[in-house]
């Protein structure tokens, strides 16, 4: 590892060195283009040296000064790609670093027309808001975005898939109507896909639960709109499941809410997101009891 990082250095020192020669007089006569060039593989090279001595920040460093050169070479691409390369690096050390780099990348690639791999690298950075910077807010932006180019390269199911994101991060924040919009839309979408069809009654399903978080009658007119759209939704047992938890919220009984949740349970797991959700509508049946 001690001797990656001595190589490292060695061509970084190299590189400097090409860079101080490209400049003045001589320099430009002579060469001087390729040169910036020399430097900017050296920089590379000492990047992926970094990269093996587990030297982050050195890497992702190194990739930065390369993508710099070859942005005054005039090479966008492999400038772009440098970037990303820079963020994975930096991000096992500094995942700021490594959005503010993506970013850079992303700007690149949106200048050339590259809107899916712009997308892409949108979606990277929402990952790192989720699991490095816990920052749900910016999450949810990146998702949009990358949403938005996706649909704009007519990769529905890939915008769908973000869009989603947002719907699921929109309702654990109780932003329950920008949810529900994209719940609706996503599902109306794969209604007449054969291949996505019966993803559509989940998608009714998480927006009715939404309904239902903000209040007993949003939830069952939900119900009756989604059972008039999507004849299999009123045959699920999802729906069945949402009518009887409609009907416990207004009797205000909390156990028959909780038993319904439980007979649903033993046969189809509720996951984490819909756990809480149906939690916050039981905390307002309590929370009515005591009025």
Same mark, same amino acid.
């Given at each position: ?40 593989? =050296?920089?590379?090279?000492? $990047?992926? $040296? ?55 990348? %992303?700007? *690149?690639?949106?200048?050339?027309? +590259? ?9 990277? *950075?929402?990952? %790192? ?11 949810? #932006? ?20 973000? #869009? =989603?994101?947002? $719907? ?6 109780? +932003?329950?109507?920008? $949810? ?7 599902? %109306? ?16 399903? +998480?927006?009715?639960?939404?309904? &239902? ?9 939900? &119900? ?17 499941? =949402? ?23 033993? *046969?189809?797991? &509720? ?7 149906? &939690? ?12």
């Amino acid at each position: 590892m001690a001797d990656q990082e001595q190589k490292a250095i060695q061509f970084v020192d190299e590189a400097e060195k090409k860079l101080k020669s490209s400049k003045g007089f001589f320099g430009s006569m002579f060469g001087g283009s390729s040169k910036v060039e020399e430097a900017a593989e =050296l920089f590379v090279r000492a $990047a992926n $040296a970094f990269k093996m001595a587990k030297k982050w920040p050195g890497a992702g460093q190194c990739f930065c000064r390369a993508a710099e050169l070859q942005l005054q070479l005039g090479s966008k691409h492999e400038a772009a790609t440098h970037y990303v390369d820079a963020g994975s690096a930096y991000k096992k050390s500094d995942p700021q670093e490594s959005v503010n780099c993506l970013g850079k990348a %992303i700007e *690149i690639y949106t200048d050339m027309g +590259r809107f899916t791999i712009a997308a892409k690298h949108h979606v990277s *950075i929402a990952e %790192i808001y989720e699991s490095e910077l816990a920052d749900m807010d910016k999450a949810m #932006s990146s998702y949009q975005q990358a949403a938005d180019y996706y649909k704009g390269e007519e990769s529905n199911s890939s915008a769908n898939k973000c #869009s =989603l994101k947002v $719907a699921q991060y929109a309702a654990q924040l109780e +932003r329950y109507e920008q $949810a529900i919009e994209i719940y609706e839309e996503v599902a %109306i979408s794969c209604m007449d896909n054969s291949l996505l069809k019966y993803s559509a009654k989940d998608h009714f399903f +998480r927006a009715a639960t939404c309904h &239902l978080c903000v209040d007993t009658l949003n939830g069952e007119q939900a &119900l009756q709109k989604y059972e008039g759209l999507f004849p299999q939704f009123a045959d699920s047992r999802e729906c069945k499941l =949402l009518k009887n938890l409609v009907s416990a919220c207004e009797e205000e009984d909390a156990d028959t809410f909780t038993d319904a949740i439980k007979e649903y349970d033993t *046969i189809s797991r &509720l996951d984490q997101w819909t756990t809480t959700m149906l &939690l916050r509508v039981k905390k307002r049946i309590n929370q009515d009891d005591l009025k």
